[in-house]
């Protein structure tokens, strides 16, 4: 192929474009959009739009218009081109290329692979079903390579990672579990290969301990045991592969979940030399661990550069936590212009997805669900309340079997002093989300500050609950600690409260747990 080929491009765009795209026009589109793939021209130059452009997509860069000519070509009801395997293996790369892993997934099942005789074209039907949030699907593939890998007497590691990769996106106990098992079996097999080998796969066994440490379902003598050998396999990861940002950038954050500060940001600030300051999630750690240490004003700095520098896939996150930062340093208001602009971003994404968009649909009124309840945290901040119980509602209206916006409106009914139908909502939280930590906790708080023998006993329930859940809150310590006192228990009531000081000294203005894990 011509290193210059424009020219081509043009002679094949004149025969493409020019009258109705006719048989003898179909055998380019295929050859055009290989080019426009592989050899994109150095000025893209769009097809003209027809005279009607209802209900038709046009292309806006060489990428697009690849992946509409060869799926134009490739679904063509003329057999010779339909069933064409080069054609088809061209659109498998390009929307590979154009990251359409949904598409690309539904291409690779349609190519007729043989799982025994092209094991890696299989293996990457099975990662563009991880790509495309497909889990599931994706473990049954892997479980067919791996099957077949163990009948060689030979494990692929690849196939290992993958299934500890989608263990991981499942994100249940059950499948964390098995994602550990292939996370153990993967190191085992990688011990006499070489170091990044070794380094990727000591990653994989840390990042699912991590998120297993994190889990409120997981007995809390496991989660301090999970934690315990997490830190250990990133530190051995980190040996094998010292450079590698992502392995930093896990250990840093196991790291500050267990509040060793320093550790966390010398390795938060090594994965962001390695990276050349440009990894999101690093920065949005490093902003969190100088909200722990109190210095707000160098987190706020911190978050608003990286909101610059982040695409869109961290904007969302970075943006809460500099609204949080506002809040910590008194000024509120100054995060809230940034959350709207980001509000109204989410909600035309949402309005121009089709009702039965899915899971995109759903995800995009998730996220819209959260960013009405982080404008409800700061309007509550100001004493707003009236505008928080509006963001709360429309929250609901988003997501209305959601534990955190019934919580959300638990906290807005107890700031207008609503305590009994505060109370409903924090249990109605529950009741969706059993391990729904801030809900329990503040039902404790309720219950402690009516203050009966009944009401304390109710409050040391709920509270104990919330701190196994998440014991790192140390607003649920220093309650649980009035409780004890109001009890007559003074040494446990001291205990409760000298922890609650401790872990107030470290507390980030957003739990470490929020950040992404990083397989």
Not at 82 to 101: D, F, P, S
Not at 238 to 246: E, I, S
Not at 295 to 308: H, N, T
Not at 461 to 485: A, I, T
């Amino acid at each position: 192929m011509s290193s210059s080929p424009e020219p081509n491009l043009k002679a094949l765009e004149v025969q493409l474009r020019q009258g109705s795209p006719s048989s003898e026009h179909r055998p380019h589109l295929g050859r055009l959009g290989a080019l426009l793939a592989y050899c994109p021209p150095s000025q893209y130059t769009a097809p003209p739009p027809p005279e009607s452009t209802d209900n038709v997509y046009i292309p806006c860069n060489s990428l697009e218009e690849a992946v509409l000519c060869l799926l134009l070509t490739t679904q063509d009801r003329n057999e010779e081109f339909a069933t064409e395997r080069e054609l088809c293996w061209h659109l498998c790369i390009t929307l590979g290329l154009a990251k359409q892993h949904a598409r690309l997934a539904q291409a690779l099942s349609q190519a007729g692979i043989d799982e025994k005789n092209q094991p890696s074209e299989y293996r990457a039907k099975a990662q563009a079903l991880l790509a495309a949030g497909q889990p599931a699907k994706a473990s049954l593939c892997l479980q067919v390579l791996l099957e077949s890998s163990l009948e060689a007497h030979k494990q692929d590691v690849l196939v290992l990672l993958f299934l500890v990769k989608a263990g991981f996106q499942t994100g249940s106990i059950s499948s964390l579990q098995t994602a550990l098992t292939h996370a153990r079996q993967a190191v085992q097999a990688v011990k006499s290969k070489a170091p990044i080998g070794q380094g990727r796969a000591n990653m994989a066994l840390g990042v699912v301990l991590g998120q297993l440490a994190s889990m409120p379902g997981v007995p809390q003598r496991d989660r301090a045991d999970y934690h315990d050998e997490a830190v250990l396999a990133l530190q051995q990861a980190v040996a094998c592969d010292p450079v590698d940002v992502n392995i930093l950038y896990n250990l840093a954050l196991v790291q500050a979940e267990a509040r060793q500060l320093a550790a966390a940001e010398t390795n938060c600030k090594a994965a962001l030399k390695a990276s050349g300051g440009v990894h999101p999630p690093s920065w949005a750690l490093l902003a969190l661990l100088l909200s722990a240490r109190q210095q707000i004003p160098a987190a706020l700095a911190v978050a608003a550069a990286a909101v610059e520098e982040a695409g869109p896939a961290y904007e969302s996150l970075l943006l809460k936590i500099k609204a949080r930062l506002h809040v910590a340093d008194g000024a509120a208001a100054e995060g809230l212009q940034s959350l709207a602009h980001l509000m109204a971003r989410v909600q035309r994404a949402a309005a121009h997805t089709p009702p039965q968009g899915g899971t995109s649909l759903q995800t995009l009124r998730a996220h819209e669900s959260d960013l009405w309840l982080e404008l409800a945290r700061s309007f509550l901040a100001l004493q707003q309340v009236g505008d928080a119980e509006y963001c709360v509602q429309q929250a609901k209206s988003c997501t209305p079997s959601s534990p955190a916006a019934h919580h959300m409106e638990g906290r807005v009914l107890q700031e207008e002093g609503n305590l009994e139908a505060a109370i409903q909502c924090f249990q109605m939280a529950l009741s969706i989300d059993v391990h729904c930590a801030k809900a329990s906790l503040l039902l404790g708080v309720l219950y402690r500050q009516r203050g009966r023998p009944h009401d304390l006993t109710l409050a040391q329930g709920y509270l104990s609950d919330g701190l196994s859940y998440e014991p790192g809150r140390h607003v649920g310590w220093y309650n649980l600690g009035l409780v004890y006192k109001a009890q007559h228990r003074p040494e446990e009531a001291e205990r409760c409260l000298r922890v609650s000081v401790g872990l107030s000294r470290t507390a980030p203005v957003m739990s470490f747990s929020k950040l992404p894990r990083i397989m």
